[in-house]
């Protein structure tokens, strides 16, 4: 097994694997299909990686973040590792078929999940010698999938047309029966399971029930004020991450700073790279932010609205501590918190009126392919039409003898009932004051509680840290003249001196 | 009344100039920068290019809440459609335009279209070459768009001494050209880089540390990168960054598709029946090259003596509206086309008369 360990330090400059890198590597090499769960920043991408490098052919790895595979790609390359390359919808024209055409000549192909869809991709890649398929974030086929990812459904039909090449799902967070979904879409067969436990026992586990609104939001300044920090505030919408990052200024000298999608991508580029850089303290945030942001110092996430399913709350809670020291979770809800979620699922779905148009209106004219595009064209947004003109696709593949728009609304009412299940779970959850948080935590996600933590939950009972207040109190940013800034910008050697 | 937001004070600037002859619609184009022929005729018409695509990302929702707010007011009020400033409007904006001190430069015709690369391009660049010369490399870029990547590839500095003699020459020409505004306005742009331990600010805070409103700081901003695009031909570095970005005649593009054939000798209802386009499309175009392309031969379509007649009445009505000039002509004769086309092309590059 010398032969790893010098591939590794060769072309990685690591000296040893981290725990089960060796052993996922191993099956890898060997041809099984492996599942591997675990946490962010464990360095799972070497488990593609280097067997990809090692075996013949070319790897394909699935992955929906494309600055996430552009930063990888870069990454490689520093390394002097030259054959990898990106596919993705940013690419030019004259750049995607440059790559197509060297298929062949490169190691590691990232690929977006819509690229791979791509009749003209599929082609070369069904006469490619493809070595491994990796598919990263791969609980996007099940909790995502049916609505946001239907991209990523087709994964599995895309691995058969490859040839079925040995197969490595990566997900960070996956419930039992999320896994079992992941399986069954790839068409797993007899997969090597390797999991991270889910518990991260540097955290400790608070839940708050208030009566009101404002009640949390005092409880939540509260918090911030003491908590030692960096930290991050989830909250449910854009309105209420500008709001509190503003009640958090207002009343602390700290600098806070709000997140969500509503931004320019420039200006959410800046805030995620203060946060980075410790010249904002506090983000609040919808979930729109996070995702392959990895900043390891990270104290508290506060969730000041709960999250849809208790597999988001652990990968949000999950940012916190990554550098292993105490760090603190802490979840504010009141009775009335139940109502905002359940209209979130309810907007998720077209419908039972517009299914019903809809297929009327596609079925008077059923020359045309329905494409996500052509349902948008009557008024349907983005997510919207993607669901109907998948499912409309399958309606039309199963031969199924109910109509379309029976067939559709069966779906959506499964889905919904499977959304709302999860919601009641992490409710239940949420408010179970009974029993250890932790463990209740683990049971979802078919594990016991191994050791115990020292800081472990409200219900087991914890001390919260306090910031050392020297520490705090350096609010915004340094004032300097532009003249100081530019010259500090742009005369970083002379400074150094 | 509260104070007026500053996109508020800005519309009823625009409104000031196109005085009960333009909807409130026509002045959201404006200002979104709607690159529809009858806007651009707008702005020809009363002289306001400069104001053209000043708030990009005002939504329709958002403005026609602002604008009611200026009706409660009785600041403007829209009867007919038409926007008309009420007396007590004229004095607000007087008050306004008393103390506002206007951006050293800023023409949203003339560099809407340019300012968002160049300002990607000066901003990479200078983070790049930040972060460079501190000897560090791991970073997000602020911008991840191929276009602007390439861009940066092909004038990367090879080694380390050119790249300090980019990043002096850089400094002293930004120096330069920064000096002439006002400290704040400098202050925007600077502090909107980034680079090496210092991020940028979102314009959001931007607002906070100069005490502007948010829009105005957008506003203010974009001036200093239409400064700069007017003024880089004095630098050698800076103009890289406006390289193939500034083109001489701003046409739309089917526009430019009707120039083409217009050029080719084929007569307006050829090129209708050519390109499957109605007529008044066309005459649109017509229009829109007449006040823009300097080579426009308007005798080819108006004579001598209805061009004179228009330009003529157009003056002493004191007025841009079509159906005002048209009932001040003697006689009929003349279509709607023809003195849109007069006034257009007078209002434009050829405006001298
Ligand atoms: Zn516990």
């Known amino acids: ?497 | 009344m509260n104070n007026l937001s500053f996109r508020q004070t800005i519309f009823l600037y625009l409104s000031d100039h196109l005085d009960g002859e333009r909807s409130v619609n026509s002045i959201f184009h404006i200002l979104t920068g709607k690159r529809s022929s009858q806007t651009i005729q707008d702005i020809k018409w009363y002289n306001l290019t400069k104001y053209f695509h000043m708030f990009p990302y005002w939504k329709i929702s958002d403005f026609t809440a602002e604008t009611d707010e200026l009706v409660k007011y009785e600041l403007i009020d829209t009867n007919e459609n038409l926007v008309r400033m009420t007396a007590k409007g004229k004095q607000y904006l007087t008050d306004f335009l008393l103390h506002y001190d206007w951006p050293a430069f800023f023409n949203g015709w003339k560099y809407g279209q340019a300012e968002s690369l160049f300002w990607k391009r000066v901003s990479l660049l200078i983070q790049c070459l930040s972060y460079a010369l501190a000897k560090n490399r791991s970073f997000l870029p602020v911008f991840e768009e191929e276009e602007v990547q390439q861009w940066l590839k092909q004038r990367w500095p090879k080694n380390d001494k050119t790249k300090q003699v980019l990043a002096d020459a850089l400094l002293g020409e930004l120096f330069q050209l920064l000096e002439q505004l006002s400290n704040q306005d400098a202050f925007l742009f600077s502090y909107r880089l980034s680079g090496y331990n210092y991020t940028g600010l979102t314009m959001r805070q931007l607002s906070e540390m100069t005490l502007l409103e948010e829009d105005e700081c957008y506003f203010r901003f974009q001036a200093v990168i239409h400064y700069l695009l007017e003024h880089v031909d004095q630098t050698t570095y800076l103009k890289e960054a406006a390289y193939n970005l500034i083109e001489k005649t701003v046409l739309t593009r089917t526009t430019k598709h009707t120039l083409y054939y217009l050029k080719q000798g084929f007569t307006m209802d050829e090129i209708s029946y050519i390109r499957q386009l109605k007529r008044s499309t066309i005459e649109d175009h017509v229009v829109e090259i007449a006040s823009e392309d300097e080579e426009f031969q308007i005798h080819q379509y108006v004579s001598e003596y209805w061009k004179n007649l228009i330009v003529n009445k157009m003056k002493s009505e004191k007025t841009m509206k079509l159906k005002t000039i048209k009932e001040a002509l003697p006689e009929p004769g003349v279509n709607y086309f023809i003195i849109r086309l007069t006034l257009a092309y007078y209002g434009g590059n050829h405006g001298n008369t």
């Open chain 1, 1 to 497: 097994m010398g032969t790893l360990d010098n591939r590794l330090y060769e072309w990685f400059g690591y000296s040893s694997f981290k725990h089960n890198q060796r052993e996922i590597i191993e099956s890898v090499l060997s041809g099984e299909d492996v599942f591997l769960m675990t946490a962010t920043g464990s360095g799972k991408s070497l488990c593609y990686q280097l067997p990809a490098l090692l075996k013949q052919g070319t790897a394909i790895i699935v992955s929906p973040l494309l600055a996430l595979m552009e930063n990888q790609v870069q990454e490689l390359k520093q390394l002097g590792i030259k054959n990898v390359a990106s596919y993705n919808s940013f690419l030019s024209l004259k750049e995607k078929k440059s790559v197509l055409n060297r298929l062949p000549e490169y190691k590691l192909i990232y690929i977006s999940p819509e690229s791979l869809q791509q009749k003209d991709v599929l082609d070369k890649l069904s006469r490619l010698n493809v070595s491994l398929l990796a598919v990263d974030e791969a609980h996007c086929i099940s909790q995502w999938g049916h609505e946001f990812r239907t991209d990523y459904l087709k994964i599995g039909e895309a691995r058969n047309k490859m040839g079925s090449p040995p197969c490595l799902a990566l997900t960070a967070t996956a419930a039992p029966e999320v896994r079992k979904d992941i399986l069954d879409k790839l068409n797993m067969k007899d997969p090597v399971i390797k999991c991270d436990t889910v518990d991260r026992t540097n955290i400790s586990i608070r839940t708050i029930k208030k009566e009101t609104e404002e009640e949390k939001r005092i409880e939540l300044i509260d918090c911030v004020r003491k908590l030692p920090k960096p930290g991050m505030v989830y909250v449910g919408s854009r309105k209420k991450a500008e709001e509190l990052a503003e009640a958090i200024k207002n009343e602390m000298p700290f600098a806070a700073s709000a997140y969500h999608g509503g931004m320019t991508k420039e200006d959410r580029h800046l805030i995620q790279q203060q946060f980075l850089l410790d010249e904002v303290q506090i983000i609040c945030c919808t979930n729109a932010f996070g995702m392959g942001i990895n900043k390891p110092n990270i104290r508290f996430v506060i969730h000041f609205d709960y999250p849809k399913d208790i597999e988001s709350y652990v990968q949000e809670m999950g940012r916190a501590g990554r550098d292993g020291q105490r760090s603190t979770s802490i979840l504010l809800y009141t009775e009335i918190d139940h109502v905002f979620p359940r209209k979130m699922i309810e907007w998720e779905f077209p419908t039972e009126e517009e299914v019903q148009y809809i297929c009327e209106v596609l079925r008077t004219d059923d020359s045309h392919d329905v494409t996500r595009k052509r349902v948008e064209s009557y008024g349907f947004e983005d997510v919207h039409a993607r669901f109907i003109s998948h499912y409309w696709e399958e309606w039309r593949n199963k031969e199924d003898a109910r109509s379309q728009e029976e067939f559709i609304n069966m779906v959506i009412k499964r889905r919904k009932g499977w959304k709302f299940n999860k919601l009641i779970q992490m409710e239940e959850w949420i408010s179970n004051n009974n029993k250890c948080r932790r463990e209740t935590l683990l049971e979802t996600f078919g594990e016991t509680l191994q050791s115990p933590a020292k800081q472990c939950c409200d219900v087991c009972g914890i001390t919260e840290p306090l910031e050392d207040v020297d520490e705090a109190g350096d609010a915004g940013f340094p004032m300097m003249s532009w003249q100081d800034r530019l010259y500090a910008l742009l005369q970083q050697q002379t400074h150094k001196g």
